[in-house]
Every structure is written in structure tokens, then in C-alpha cells.
């Protein structure tokens, strides 16, 4: 038997009325349809606030922003501007950045093998299985947590960029991640078929395959490399011989253990999570034998403290939020006050709070990005945040045209998701809480996207107005 459909001639004929009864209704619709929303949402008297100085700032003037291209790449983007900033005031020089395509390809072979591994070590699963479909179907995506980042580091070390420069694949990784997926998923389908003994053999021809692949697409990483560069100061160039990835991490790292830095996320869901206790996600480890993602779930005024404290010491900060909400591109703010939306559309349901929307996956930490800056008030309260962002730019001399943004400090209470902390910065008290077994989540728990970064495209209007 049909169910009859509630919404019926007449309560359509009543919407209609109701749209026509406001006037207001009619001129945001013209608006709106010939221009968009982005006009008619933004708030002219909070654009007067909107501010690009800081008074306390990491960035050197006229430093050029990264760019990922079409890629997932943020995490990784933000995790090495975190480092590059020490390099250039370190050695006084214009600008520095360290080849993202080199942990790409290491990122890509890694992850092949933790897939074919995950299916070797699992021989039981069906494709009906809840982990089996999120395997096959997470696994080559270029999103991924900051703890993929440090396994990276820790294993295969760093180089600059103009040891292995951007192709045309790591700024646009569909085509490669589909042709990876296509040697994966049909190796995973030998596995199935074929006795256990024969699947280690397996599983290296079939990472060889990958290997070639990937320096098809990306080239070969280096062994060793020369770095040349030249001080501002008197534009003296120097060349550096015979360095290897792991060589020039010691130098850029001055010893810092990757996974001393400590991740503390603000998730107020507190019918299922709770403050001051570690949560763990499983399958999250880009590499074998790598960590997972741990968590610190805390109040939203320690990560503010924190985030301050190291930024104030002269360390960038890696940190993760929903720039899919009150994101201006015209002026390269992230502000959950100058885009009214409220206004024009009418509110959401009363009590659908951060809490609610991660649990609902209306905000998710889908790009990482890293802190640079802050401007405090006269209590030593956060007004703003300078943000380093992986977009490009379109003028790299004129403040909010060059890649960074603004980040008011309600949208940080409202959005941000994680930030990445060292352990130095920290108090003795919420170290002690790392030491603590973290409570394990599953990979498609509604919290694991909340904090996985994805892939989000920078707004066709970044720069300039239509």
C-alpha cells in the first residue's frame, strides 16, 4: 500500500502565500538570484572591523602563501608551514618553502601498503562489513590527521622544495589516486581468491607496481640534494652539498620529536565525549607501523590559551575548522559576524550549538590551516588570529590579498576544531592527561570526520569581487 505524501496541493498553495505575503521575500529573491548570497549576506558595518594587522606575528613581510592546487593536501601544507617560518627568520632569508610533493609521494606508497596489509591481516572481512567498505572506500583519499604528517616526518625526513618540485598530478591527484585505487582494489580482489601464503608476494609485486606509478606521476624522491640560498641581509647565496631528507629535517627540527607535538580538539558533545579525557581513532595511521590519531578533548578556552602561548613564543600553530561556514573570500576573513545569513534566510532551531552540529556533521575540521598571528584587547583576550593558508595568493605585498587571512576569535570558539600544540607549551597538568589509555572511536564515528581533513577548493572568488 502507498503512503500518502503529507505535502499536499494545498500546503504547497500555503507556502506560496506565506512567501508573497512578506515584500522583503520578493527583493531578496532578485538579489539573490542574479548576484548570489554573498552580497546581500554581508554585513557593510562589520566589513569597517575587518583587519589584516597584527601586532604580534610570526610572518615576514612579503612572504609568499603555499598553494595545494586541486589536492587534499592541507594537513601536510599546514604542518610544514608550521616549520618553515623558524627557517626563514632563522637564517634571515626572503622566503623558504619544503617540497610538499616529496611527503606526497611517500603519503600515497605508505598508505598503498597499510591498505593491502589491512586486507592481508583481515581475511575474514566482507565487502557487507562496515570497516571493509570504509577501507575501500577512505583509504586513497588525500584527506588525513596531523599524526599522518608526523609519521611522515619521523620516517623519510624533509627536503625543499627545489628538490622536488610540484607536478601536474600533486596539484591535480585525481587521475593518479584513481589508476592507484584501480591496482589496489583489484589486488584486494586476488587476496580474496588466493591462499594466505601467497599474499606477502603478492602484496610486493603489487607495491613495485605502486612505486613506478607514483614516480610516473610525481618523480622519483631524492637521496641526497644541494640547497642553495641567499641571506637578505646582504644577498650573499650560499650552496649547500650532499644532504639527505633525513639530514635536513635534523636541521629544520633542531631535534623536535614529531610526536611530541600534542593534538587538543574541542568536541562539547557531552551526551557521548568528555572533557580532559584522550580519544583515539582507529584507522587513521597513513603508515604501518604508525600512530594513530590521538586526541585531547578540552574546553574551547585551553585550546584559545594554548594556541596564544605558543604563538607568543614564536611557534606557528597547526589547527583544523570548517571554512565551509562564514568564510569571506573578498576579504580574506574567517568571521562568523560579517556574513548575516540570519536575515535572510531566519535562524536554525534554538539549541543547535557546536556540539550539535559536530554530532551532526554540519561542521567537520575539513581544512588545516596554521596560525601566524594574534591581536589581544587590553586584558590579554584573542580579538583576531592571523592564518596561513595553502590557497596561493593574488598579491603577496598587499595584506589580504596574500594568501592569509583574518580569523576573529568568535569564529575560533565557533569552528575551530583542533589544534596541534608542543608539549613544551603545555602545562605540566594536561600532559599528564596524554599518559592516560585513550578511549578507542571507530573510523566512521560521526566525531572521525568531525576531525578528519578533507579536500575543500578555494571559492572561484577568492580575490576579487565578480
Given at each position: 500500500?502507498l503512503k500518502r505524501s503529507n505535502l499536499s496541493?494545498?500546503?504547497?498553495?500555503?507556502?506560496?502565500?506565506?512567501?508573497?505575503?512578506?515584500?522583503?521575500?520578493?527583493?531578496?529573491?532578485?538579489?539573490?538570484?542574479?548576484?548570489?548570497?554573498?552580497?546581500?549576506?554581508?554585513?557593510?558595518?562589520?566589513?569597517?572591523?575587518?583587519?589584516?594587522?597584527?601586532?604580534?606575528?610570526?610572518?615576514?613581510?612579503?612572504?609568499?602563501?603555499?598553494?595545494?592546487?586541486?589536492?587534499?593536501?592541507?594537513?601536510?601544507?599546514?604542518?610544514?608551514?608550521?616549520?618553515?617560518?623558524?627557517?626563514?627568520?632563522?637564517?634571515?632569508?626572503?622566503?623558504?618553502?619544503?617540497?610538499?610533493?616529496?611527503?606526497?609521494?611517500?603519503?600515497?606508497?605508505?598508505?598503498?601498503?597499510?591498505?593491502?596489509?589491512?586486507?592481508?591481516?583481515?581475511?575474514?572481512?566482507?565487502?557487507?562489513?562496515?570497516?571493509?567498505?570504509?577501507?575501500?572506500?577512505?583509504?586513497?583519499?588525500?584527506?588525513?590527521?596531523?599524526?599522518?604528517?608526523?609519521?611522515?616526518?619521523?620516517?623519510?625526513?624533509?627536503?625543499?622544495?627545489?628538490?622536488?618540485?610540484?607536478?601536474?598530478?600533486?596539484l591535480y591527484s585525481e587521475d593518479m589516486n584513481?589508476?592507484?585505487?584501480?591496482?589496489?582494489?583489484?589486488?584486494?580482489?586476488?587476496?580474496?581468491?588466493?591462499?594466505?601464503?601467497?599474499?606477502?608476494?603478492?602484496?610486493?609485486?603489487?607495491?613495485?607496481?605502486?612505486?613506478?606509478?607514483?614516480?610516473?606521476?610525481?618523480?622519483?624522491?631524492?637521496?641526497?640534494?644541494?640547497?642553495?640560498?641567499?641571506?637578505?641581509?646582504?644577498?650573499?647565496?650560499?650552496?649547500?652539498?650532499?644532504?639527505?631528507?633525513?639530514?635536513?629535517?635534523?636541521?629544520?627540527?633542531?631535534?623536535?620529536?614529531?610526536?611530541?607535538?600534542?593534538?587538543?580538539?574541542?568536541?562539547?558533545?557531552?551526551?557521548?565525549?568528555?572533557?580532559?579525557?584522550?580519544?583515539?581513532?582507529?584507522?587513521?595511521?597513513?603508515?604501518?607501523?604508525?600512530?594513530?590519531?590521538?586526541?585531547?578533548?578540552?574546553?574551547?578556552?585551553?585550546?584559545?590559551?594554548?594556541?596564544?602561548?605558543?604563538?607568543?613564543?614564536?611557534?606557528?600553530?597547526?589547527?583544523?575548522?570548517?571554512?565551509?561556514?562564514?568564510?569571506?573570500?573578498?576579504?580574506?576573513?574567517?568571521?562568523?559576524?560579517?556574513?548575516?545569513?540570519?536575515?535572510?534566510?531566519?535562524?536554525?532551531?534554538?539549541?543547535?550549538?557546536?556540539?550539535?552540529?559536530?554530532?551532526?556533521?554540519?561542521?567537520?575540521?575539513?581544512?588545516?590551516?596554521t596560525l601566524t598571528g594574534v591581536n589581544l584587547?587590553?586584558?590579554?583576550?584573542?580579538?583576531?588570529?592571523?592564518?596561513?593558508?595553502?590557497?596561493?595568493?593574488?598579491?603577496?605585498?598587499?595584506?589580504?590579498?596574500?594568501?592569509?587571512?583574518?580569523?576573529?576569535?568568535?569564529?575560533?570558539?565557533?569552528?575551530?576544531?583542533?589544534?596541534?600544540?608542543?608539549?613544551?607549551?603545555?602545562?605540566?597538568?594536561?600532559?599528564?592527561?596524554?599518559?592516560?589509555?585513550?578511549?578507542?572511536?571507530?573510523?566512521?564515528?560521526?566525531?572521525?570526520?568531525?576531525?578528519?581533513?578533507?579536500?575543500?577548493?578555494?571559492?572561484?572568488?577568492?580575490?576579487?569581487?565578480?
Amino acid at each position: 500500500m502507498l503512503k500518502r505524501s503529507n505535502l499536499s496541493s494545498d500546503f504547497l498553495e500555503d507556502c506560496r502565500k506565506r512567501f508573497k505575503e512578506d515584500p522583503s521575500n520578493t527583493a531578496f529573491r532578485n538579489a539573490i538570484t542574479m548576484t548570489g548570497t554573498l552580497p546581500i549576506s554581508t554585513d557593510s558595518n562589520r566589513v569597517n572591523e575587518v583587519s589584516h594587522v597584527f601586532m604580534n606575528s610570526i610572518k615576514k613581510k612579503n612572504l609568499k602563501a603555499t598553494d595545494q592546487g586541486h589536492s587534499g593536501r592541507c594537513w601536510m601544507f599546514a604542518g610544514l608551514n608550521m616549520f618553515r617560518h623558524a627557517i626563514i627568520n632563522g637564517m634571515d632569508i626572503e622566503n623558504f618553502e619544503f617540497s610538499e610533493t616529496y611527503l606526497f609521494f611517500y603519503d600515497k606508497f605508505e598508505r598503498s601498503n597499510t591498505f593491502l596489509k589491512w586486507f592481508i591481516d583481515n581475511p575474514g572481512s566482507k565487502p557487507e562489513d562496515r570497516d571493509f567498505s570504509y577501507i575501500l572506500a577512505m583509504n586513497m583519499e588525500d584527506g588525513g590527521w596531523f599524526n599522518c604528517f608526523a609519521n611522515l616526518v619521523n620516517k623519510y625526513g624533509l627536503v625543499p622544495k627545489d628538490a622536488m618540485k610540484e607536478t601536474a598530478n600533486s596539484l591535480y591527484s585525481e587521475d593518479m589516486n584513481h589508476l592507484i585505487k584501480e591496482k589496489l582494489h583489484s589486488a584486494v580482489h586476488w587476496f580474496r581468491k588466493n591462499p594466505k601464503k601467497d599474499l606477502e608476494a603478492k602484496r610486493e609485486e603489487v607495491m613495485t607496481d605502486i612505486y613506478k606509478l607514483l614516480v610516473l606521476f610525481l618523480g622519483e624522491p631524492p637521496h641526497s640534494f644541494k640547497w642553495a640560498f641567499t641571506k637578505d641581509e646582504n644577498e650573499q647565496a650560499s650552496i649547500l652539498y650532499g644532504i639527505t631528507p633525513n639530514m635536513f629535517k635534523n636541521m629544520i627540527t633542531s631535534g623536535l620529536e614529531m610526536h611530541d607535538f600534542y593534538s587538543l580538539v574541542n568536541l562539547p558533545i557531552s551526551s557521548r565525549l568528555k572533557y580532559k579525557t584522550l580519544y583515539s581513532i582507529k584507522e587513521t595511521s597513513n603508515i604501518y607501523e604508525g600512530q594513530n590519531c590521538n586526541m585531547l578533548n578540552m574546553p574551547i578556552e585551553e585550546l584559545t590559551k594554548y594556541a596564544k602561548k605558543s604563538i607568543l613564543s614564536g611557534f606557528p600553530v597547526w589547527f583544523s575548522g570548517d571554512v565551509s561556514q562564514d568564510l569571506h573570500p573578498w576579504y580574506s576573513a574567517l568571521d562568523d559576524k560579517l556574513i548575516d545569513h540570519k536575515t535572510v534566510f531566519g535562524p536554525v532551531q534554538k539549541g543547535y550549538d557546536k556540539g550539535a552540529r559536530l554530532e551532526m556533521c554540519t561542521t567537520q575540521g575539513n581544512h588545516a590551516m596554521t596560525l601566524t598571528g594574534v591581536n589581544l584587547d587590553e586584558n590579554g583576550n584573542p580579538i583576531n588570529w592571523q592564518v596561513e593558508n595553502s590557497w596561493g595568493y593574488y598579491d603577496h605585498e598587499t595584506p589580504g590579498e596574500d594568501g592569509w587571512f583574518t580569523m576573529s576569535h568568535s569564529w575560533f570558539k565557533k569552528y575551530l576544531v583542533e589544534i596541534v600544540i608542543h608539549k613544551n607549551y603545555l602545562s605540566r597538568t594536561v600532559r599528564k592527561l596524554f599518559d592516560q589509555k585513550p578511549i578507542e572511536l571507530n573510523p566512521w564515528d560521526s566525531v572521525a570526520p568531525a576531525t578528519r581533513i578533507g579536500c575543500v577548493d578555494a571559492p572561484k572568488n577568492l580575490w576579487k569581487r565578480k
